[in-house]
């Protein structure tokens, strides 16, 4: 394993590999301080250059530049009382009232600093738990990867959503999508209308910067908000105190990482989700909880580490099953494929080196965050007075270019328009748009592992569940599944019961 | 622009059908009891009950919910044009990028993006020429992705 490292560290250690890195976390640190743009954006914003690299260089972009933005993300939060990523959100309020009593650098310190702890406790479970659990993945047939898929949808749809019906939906069209063109078990063209343009399928690049960067765009577009305004530009030493922060808080900022690492873990939930429930936990279990929302650094340091340690977490289902554990991880599996490296349990068998330079990449990224995160806080009152006005623009051309890149043609283009207005309405009307993508990216797989199981048990349907792993984990879908009839079943017949 | 679930529910059920009418013309795999159809038909039926439930509860719901809600954007004419701005650049691009080339395209498109949001002129031209010969260059001589020249010749 140590020889495995030392193959891991040398494609880190690649000039070329670090020029990638440096680069993309100086633009995942600008996405994450403009307001407006997420880290998702950022990542479908890379992945069409990280089309033209190879493999390692491609990932080491996509998980800098994500784990740079979400803390980036504090930055506007704190200085505008507007989050830069939905990530920051939980505790927007609390770090604006800190700039307020003249305690700015106390929360930019606090969220750089608890960010790259919380990312390297999210990095160490991930070392430890991705491998131990792809060698139980071997084991796997076509049976128990079916449900492992089922089970990672039924997870994206009924946690964190607040209209389970509407997630549904949503997913059941990424699925749909997911069939157009011709790969599919039967090697059958569907849904393509004679175009030769869909045989190939819907190209799952464009429409990703159709879902997250050009919706985003339109609503830029049509938001009604009063300008920017800097709450302060006086930022002392950010690093002042922090020791005793890490002192007085060690179980608060345990509590958050652990937390923020199951909930990235967990398919469909991210950063934001960590957040919210980790700033909600610390003020569960804090001795001062009345200082909440006054401008108190506490909540501050124990969900800025949760959102960081999401972030490895959603990687380790991503690598050892294919299934993503947030948006973000939707887009790099998409990326894995397309590099020939196909997530699963054999990826760690047949290409480890691989593997553990991703892991590399993490410490890496939470290590060179605290001096390039220094450097951002310095420089933003700068970046955060760049119009937006000239930023939007910008991007749009940038999504054109990106789509056009994957195909040379501009049906991409047209894949943007298209899935940047689906998502733009169904957003407005309280559709959430990653349960589709997470359909789009897990459609293929789900379909190949259902027609598999169907012919090997010649149409017989209880071949399902007859093997051990694969029961637990259909008696697992459908605890899920049905968790929410089943509470509201007791609440409304239960009661009565009691007479 | 909200809808009431029942529209929304409406326009997913048809979808359901169109998907479960369509799949009736494929083929089974030679051999098996199953073909290309059964996935997508298992999705269709899935979304079909879905959209049910989501018209049930838009009806229900239908005096608190107005059938169409104007959003506040849809109030102003400056919003309206910014969003059709946006829309019309990308349509603009997928006609005429062949013929015009990316850099015309380009500068076309940041132009009007940026006057429509009002950004000062003097500072809005020389982006919108500058910008798109950067992002070329890097995708056209980095990246090697053939954009189209158009009516230009080729310069670099």
Known sequence: ?499 | MKFNDAILGAVFLALSIAVLVHIQGFPNIPGQKIGPGAFPGLIALILGGCSLALIWRGWRERASQPMVAVGAWLASPRHIRNFLVAIGALVFYILAADVLGFLICGAIILISLFLTLRVRPALAVPLALVLPVLIHVIFYKVLRVPLPWGVLPVLW
């Open chain 1, 1 to 499: 394993m140590l020889a495995t490292y030392a193959q891991a560290f040398a494609l880190i250690m690649d000039p070329y590999v670090l020029t990638v890195i440096l680069f993309s976390a100086l633009f995942g640190l600008f996405v994450g301080c403009i307001p407006g743009l997420t880290a998702t954006m950022a990542t479908a914003l890379l992945v069409p250059i990280t089309f033209f690299m190879p493999p390692v260089p491609a990932i080491a972009a996509i998980v800098t530049c994500t784990a740079m933005a979400i803390f980036a993300g504090d930055i506007p939060g704190a200085l505008l009382r507007i989050p830069g990523t939905p990530a920051s959100a939980a505790y927007t309020d609390e770090a604006y009232a800190m700039t307020r009593k003249g305690q700015a650098e106390v929360a930019l310190g606090a969220g750089l600093v608890f960010s790259a702890i919380g990312g390297l406790f999210g990095t160490a479970v991930m070392i430890v738990g991705a491998p131990a659990l792809a060698d139980i993945a071997l084991r796997f047939s076509d049976y128990e990867y079916f449900w492992i898929v089922v089970l990672g949808l039924a997870g994206a749809v009924f946690i964190g959503n607040a209209s389970i019906l509407k997630a549904t939906i949503s997913l059941l069209l990424g699925l749909l999508i997911a069939c157009v063109g011709l790969d599919n078990p039967a090697g059958f063209p569907r849904f393509t209308f004679g175009s030769a343009e869909l045989t190939g399928g819907i190209s799952l690049i464009p429409m990703m910067v159709g879902m997250f960067a050009v919706s985003e765009i339109l609503r830029f577009m049509v938001h009604l908000d009063p300008p920017l305004r800097l709450a302060t530009d006086r930022i002392g030493n950010i690093f002042r105190g922090m020791g005793a922060l890490l002192v007085k808080y060690k179980w608060g900022l345990l509590r958050g990482s652990a937390l923020g690492t199951v909930i990235g873990i967990q398919p469909g939930s991210g950063a934001d989700m960590a957040a919210w429930m980790s700033y909600a936990t610390a003020k569960k279990f804090s001795k001062e909880p009345e200082k909440f929302g006054t401008g108190h650094v506490e909540g501050i340091v124990e969900s800025g580490a949760a959102n960081n340690s999401s972030l490895a977490g959603a990687w380790i289902p991503a690598l050892v099953f294919g299934i993503p554990g947030d948006s973000i991880t939707a887009i790099a599996i998409g990326v894995l494929y397309i590099k020939g490296l196909n997530p699963g349990p054999s990826l760690f068998v047949n290409n480890p080196q691989n593997i553990y330079a991703i892991f590399l990449v993490f410490i890496l990224a939470n290590l060179i965050m605290i001096p390039l995160g220094w450097l951002a806080i310095k420089v933003a009152k700068r970046v955060l007075t760049v119009s937006r006005n000239i930023v939007m623009p910008t991007i749009l051309l940038f999504c054109i270019v990106g789509s056009f890149a994957i195909n040379n043609t501009v049906f991409g283009v047209l894949l943007i328009l298209v899935f940047g207005l689906l998502a733009f309405v169904l957003e407005e009307n309280g559709f959430p748009v990653a349960p589709a993508i997470l359909g789009v990216v897990l459609g293929q797989m789900m379909e190949e592992n259902f027609i598999k199981s169907m012919i090997k048990s010649d149409g017989d349907v209880t071949a399902f569940v007859t093997r051990p792993i694969a029961m637990w984990l259909a008696i697992a879908t459908f605890v899920i599944l049905f968790w929410p009839v089943g509470t509201w079943l007791w609440r409304r017949f239960g009661v009565r019961f009691r007479y």
